[in-house]
């Protein structure tokens, strides 16, 4: 029995022994994370930098969320109960929601550059919008520090988005049956209320419950709110979500009828909405 | 010496690895779980927020800060109202600030020289009187936010360094009206819409806490209905681009200079319109430029009923302005200069005293009751058949305030104003020109200790001094100049 006990201990000690490093890995990350500071951002003829003014700028407004190692673990990190509030973006892991780019590769500059001024709606997150240019491109050069990614990888070519065509009603049914048929109604509900069968199960890939987009709320959607910024959310996914890219299932010319037939749920004018009043649109049938 | 045997020293060695074994298999949980001890006022408090996204240093605004008031205390994520909130957040700050305090000016002292039975004091000389000790500033009850999406409010009761309360804010505001930024409506009494906020400075001394440029009038001027940095009751309409790079704001307040009840200028309004524009500069940051009028009408003849001035019953409006414009220019992230200046004129009448013939204490409360003729120290009253001399004239000056943060961090800042107001004539013929002239200068250190989400204090040391020419004592026939100096240390902080 003691022997045992003395065997396991031993073992234990060992395998804690060599799993002692990644205790320390918050350390080794700064050194880590230091060695990338020669990282840039290049926005049209904008070249962001890590320097004195993003660093004071990411310890001004940002760290209290995003944390001194951009790994989500700010101070306030711990009240933010998800899925009401969503917790902050690790940016060690290199993975963002908003990207022009194809699921599971690096965003543009452009995207986080876009991402900070325009913030993300339902979230912490505010939009930084007060900021000049010059920082907002300093500060994608100081986030993109974080991840090693962003030296090994990088970032995926934005996707084509074809001209967006005239909103007719055949289109608004067209992307009713796509809205049935890729089955977006699991989670976003049959009236696009976020009340789907699958709603409540959903977690984020660090297994935090998240919630799917009421698009009846009045809210922007978090990646923006022009048709092209709906269309990209799903030809893209939102990377660590579980909403998937539907770049495989969904022509690009059906894509723009989704595009219409949402915009039949959201408040806001929108032809879209004007016509669907005008057409006998019901629900889709999650039974037929 | 004392040795171990074998079977001794194996036991030490299996317990020390067993201790060892616990103590590595402990660190993992231990390092993981160690978090700092963190301590929230209100807004950030609702946010998550380090005061330090709004404030340049608290309580002044940065941008954002900025943006986020008029967005109606929202940061527009669609989470800003109450509902969303855990029942628990109750959206109040306290702000005290207790200080140790050293005044110094001159007053009119009595001699005891020549001293007799009918001048038991003897004659007067100018003195300096030095006074020193613990002190309070004043004491604030800060709550305010949303009510629902795009309505909110703030209420703030306020005590004045002798403890005394009154409503230093009451209002309701209504925003992104047709979801628009550019149609905001706010109602009740507020602050105006001064890009550089005296309700926001660090100034904590008698002289150095308020902007003198913005509470200036001549000597002996009546009209104190024209306070830019007094709060106006009124309705006030803003507007703002969706990134609150322009700012435009008209409001239409009461000629009561904030005082409740109507007793002042009750049949007459003001109206105070701002507009400013910030630009992207680039490393340099943010610049902004505007400009302020502040034109209006107050009473100067209140009826009387037994010689007694009926407040609430000004009539005989004549007219005042205040025009500016305003610079907020940032050098990169540790240095800004605010600026702002002052084209002031009031109507003759004002020139003379008329005005405030009911004459508040600023709250609301009546200070002179007497009928105005007969009553010492009563405010002249325009009644019937009153004529001006013909020395006078309507008072017009000028004058700046500037004022240089540096910024080494959020939680250190470094402060120095100067404020100059010039007459550029004077309200009768043949008073001096430098009559009522004011230089000012204020130098601050402001250090937190600590600034979080959830509380913030800030130690303080100031020191101001003021000159103003011939409002200083009178002997005999001469008026000294007023000369003070102030120096402050303490402590000011919210939670």
Sequence with gaps: MRTGLRKWSLLLGAAAFFALPLTSWAQLSTADIASRDNMEAHIGNLTGHVNARSTYDYKRYCVSCHGDLGDGNGEVAQWLDPPMWPKPRDFQMGVFKCRSTLTGSLPTDEDLFDTIARGLDRSAMPQWSQFTKQQRADLVAYVKHFSPRFVTEKPGTPITIPPEPEVTPERIKAGREVFARVQCWKCHGVQGMANGPSASTLTDDLGRPIAPFNFTEGSRPKCGDTDRDIYKIFMTGLDGTPMPSFADNIKPDEA????????????????????????????????? | MHVLSRSSLRKVVRSAISLVSFTLLLAPFVLISAKPAKAIPAFARKYGLRCSACHETWPILNNFGLKFRDNGYQIMNDRDAPIWQNPSYWPATFRMTPIWHRFSNLQAVDTYTGASTANPYGTQAVERITSSGVDLSGLDFH???????????????????????????????????????????????????????????????????????????PVGDGNIFGQMGDNQLGIEYVGHSYNDRTRVSAALLDSNDGNVNLTLGANSYSGFFTFDQAVDAGKWDVQRLGAYAFVGQAATYYKTSGGVPIAGSGVGNKGFSRIGVTTQFYFGPHFDVNFVTQHGEDNAWFGQGYGNAVATDGDGGVTCTGPTATTPGCPPNNTPGTTLSALARAPSWNGYTIEARYVYSPTLIFLGRYEAERMQQQATIGTPQNIGNINLWDF??????FM????????????TVMHQVGTGPTVGLTTANLNDNEILLGTDFDF
């Design chain 2, 444 to 449: 601050i250190a402001r250090w937190n200790p």
């Design chain 1, 256 to 288: 723009w009828d989704l595009v219409f037939y949402l915009r039949t749920f959201m408040q806001g004018a929108s032809k879209a909405k004007e016509l669907a009043k005008t057409m006998d649109l019901k629900p889709v049938n999650p039974n037929p």
């Design chain 2, 452 to 463: 979080s989400n959830r509380a913030g204090m800030a130690l303080q040391a100031e020191y």
């Design chain 2, 143 to 217: 709550t305010g936010g949303t009510l629902y999406k795009n309505i909110s409010f703030y209420l703030l009761p306020s005590s004045d360094p002798t403890g005394a309360f009154h409503f230093e804010t009451v209002m309701t505001r209504f925003d992104n009206i047709l979801g628009s930024s550019w149609l905001n409506i706010k109602v009740g009494r507020f602050e105006l819409n001064n890009l550089l906020s005296e309700k926001r400075a660090v100034g904590l001394t008698a002289d150095g806490g308020i902007y003198q440029t913005y509470h200036f009038i």
